[in-house]
């Protein structure tokens, strides 16, 4: 073999399909952009928050955007009165930029023209930089790959087959880091390979190694190597060009963080602090208590399996990726001395971040909801290097080249099966939850006690009829009307001996005088004990069998006898004062023929102590279960109440729950 492969290597036709493969790599990926779903999860929320303050406001505070339906985010702190995102802001600020020309251009709004805005900045942030990564690659290639197979091969492999792909349907920081460790590494190779290397390649790995830093913090590991490996070379051009270019995105790095949050530090160095946990208006932050595969569950033996071979596994989800292995290996034996650096460097910086967010022991969440392990995604390039040595050697044996296909296509797989959103887990994630080998949910609190109702309690009686507590609900009807309905303890039934208390519920079209619709009695102590409705309710006086089984509907929220289940703990902000309540959830469904077709019922029930009844807010869905289509809805929240709750929320920010 010769040492180092030369630019000109690859024949015309290998030219032409290495630039149809590239070609038709980034109108694919633009084309899944233009019509993916904007703002897809919390992470690029917090970041598109962020743009659009700098861009209508001039501030990186997101107080205001946080609070438009569809824009609030987890990722977020609390800091001096106001919330900021999380997350680094050069490349936001850089985002907010194209943004500004975007709208200006086309007369456009985030806000009101989201889906068209985020797109267009996409192509320009993310698309862009892909394609220019793909033509740096395959110049690499061309310098270090011996045969065609394997030149087209690898770039086959950066541009259907890795995990980073789908993230291009996103804002977030892993694929411009990236591009930027594409450029570096050919940059490197130039340096390392030409007996004079001129002092553009050192610039360009210096710029490149700063901006994998300034968006990868582990990349500093990458920066370093690269100062050194180039400094070796020729200390006097690694002074004059590689440390200017390489401070320009670190210097940027640092002054927009100290711009926006007072601090060269990164808002997640604070993770764990108050600014993270926070409880404003009521609501504490989702860190005072993650969820799901954010609770840090796992041991470091088990994050380990998972982060290599498990759900989230590097080698598990791109198979292809373990020929890599083989070609660190094997790296020994390769003439080419560039190649051979390179190949080490990846191992060293695979080994290095590894250990890292190994060591992260209250970070040990796989990257969120994310179909792969997020932190991982800048080493690519890397572990694209490690495989030309391999497949330069397999290009010579059929079987050798369909085991790469197969690995291919299973890797391809796993990037492809994402693709219009990033921000969903892994699909072995999925199936080992199906499988039940895995089971990161949070089991609900269990209710007070059982319960058949939409309502958890019967108040008691006030001393007089003006002393009865009583809650207030509204819905709004079709027409847009909005209907108000009273649930309120008049009096009580019979005897203060009986046990039953006498509930009123009445009735009315927006301002108009409630009107009495039904009244009925409930044992308060067989209701407390949990008793089924039919067990605990009697009427007052003669009512028609139809209007039994219509007021035995109202009270269970469905047509049948069903046990309601617990679910998650929600936070309902009502009219009743400013902080919110501290909700849980709760559900029943039942099937019920009407007729000929068969619906389904289903009553959401928003539980809550510190109201009348226990509610807050309530759901009752039909839908036809055949077709699906929904049948009736009414969706009703408590707007007010007597007596009336305590001025702030009792809850504790320690334990939200």
Not at 100 to 106: D, F, G, K, N
Not at 271 to 287: A, E, L, Q, R, T
Not at 422 to 447: G, N, S, V
Not at 580 to 608: E, G, K, S
């Amino acid at each position: 073999m010769s040492s180092v492969a030369t630019d000109e290597s690859a024949s015309t036709a290998e030219r032409w399909g290495a630039a149809l493969l590239i070609v038709v790599a980034v109108v694919l990926h633009a084309t899944v952009l233009l019509n993916a779903r904007p703002l897809q999860s919390a992470n690029d929320r917090s970041r598109w928050c962020t743009v659009w303050s700098l861009v209508e406001r001039g501030t990186f505070q997101i107080d205001e955007i946080r609070q438009v339906p569809g824009w609030d985010s987890i990722d977020i702190i609390y800091d001096d009165g106001h919330f900021y995102s999380t997350k680094p802001p050069l490349l936001t600020v850089i985002v907010a930029g194209v943004t500004w020309c975007a709208q200006r251009l086309t007369g456009w709004s985030l806000e009101e023209q989201t889906q068209p805005v985020t797109a267009l900045v996409l192509l320009v942030v993310n698309i862009v930089p892909f394609a220019i990564s793909l033509l740096v690659l395959w110049k690499l290639l061309n310098r270090v790959a011996q045969s065609s197979w394997s030149r087209l091969f690898v770039l086959a492999t950066a541009s259907f087959a890795t995990l980073a792909t789908p993230f291009l349907m996103t804002l977030n920081n892993h694929t411009v880091a990236v591009v930027g460790v594409i450029c570096g590494l050919y940059a490197l190779e130039r340096i390392l390979s030409d007996e004079l290397p001129r002092g553009w390649a050192f610039a360009l790995c210096g710029l490149s190694a700063g901006w994998a830093c300034a968006n990868e913090l582990p990349a500093a590991a990458f920066g370093l190597a690269t100062f050194v490996l180039a400094a070796r070379k020729s200390i006097r051009q690694t002074i004059l060009w590689y440390a200017p270019a390489a401070l320009i995105p670190i210097i940027a790095f640092l002054a927009t963080n100290v711009i926006a949050t007072g601090s060269w530090k990164p808002t997640y160095a604070n993770y764990g602090s108050s600014k993270y946990n926070f409880v404003v208006d009521g609501i504490p932050s989702y860190w005072s208590d993650p969820d799901g595969v954010d609770r840090n569950l796992d041991s470091p033996a088990v994050y380990f399996l998972h982060s290599t071979i498990g759900h989230h596994g590097i080698f598990s989800l791109t198979p292809l990726f373990l020929l890599a292995l083989v070609g660190w290996l094997a790296s020994g034996s390769l003439r080419n001395q560039a190649l051979k650096s390179l190949i080490r460097l990846g191992a060293v910086m695979s080994v290095i971040v590894i250990a890292f967010y190994m060591t992260r022991f209250d970070n040990y969440n796989y990257g969120g909801v994310s179909c792969s392990l997020r932190w991982a995604l800048w080493l690519i390039p890397f572990w694209l290097l490690a495989l030309v040595p391999v497949v330069d050697f397999g290009a010579r044996f059929t079987a050798m080249r369909w085991l790469q296909v197969v690995l291919f296509g299973l890797s391809a797989m796993s990037a492809w099966l994402p693709i219009e959103n990033p921000w969903q887990q892994p699909w072995l994630f999925k199936r080992m939850e199906a499988w039940r080998w895995i089971d990161y949910t949070r089991k609900p609190a269990p209710l007070p006690r059982t319960l058949w109702t939409w309502f958890l309690t019967v108040p008691e009686v006030g001393a007089t009829a003006e002393d009865s507590p009583w809650i207030e609900f509204t819905c709004a009807g079709l027409d847009g009307a909005i209907l108000r309905r009273r649930l309120a303890v008049q009096k009580q039934a019979d005897n203060p001996q009986s046990g039953f208390v006498e509930i009123d519920v009445q009735e009315a079209l927006e301002d108009q005088p409630l009107v009495k619709v039904r009244q009925f009695a409930i044992d308060v102590k067989r209701f407390s004990e949990g008793a089924p409705v039919i067990d605990c309710v009697r009427w007052l006086s003669d009512v028609s069998a139809p209007q039994k089984v219509s007021d035995l509907t109202f009270i269970r929220g469905l047509p049948l006898k069903k046990e309601y289940r617990a679910g998650k703990i929600r936070y309902l902000r009502l009219p009743m004062r400013d902080d919110a309540f501290r909700c849980q959830t709760a559900a029943a469904t039942v099937d019920f023929p009407v007729d000929d077709p068969l619906y389904q019922y289903r009553c959401d029930t928003w539980l809550c102590d510190e109201l009348p009844f226990g509610v807050a807010q309530f759901e009752i869905r039909v839908t036809d279960v055949e077709s699906g289509g929904l049948i009736r809805h009414e969706h009703w929240t408590a707007t007010d109440c007597y007596p009336a709750p305590a001025v702030a929320a009792p809850h504790s920010s320690k334990n939200p729950q």
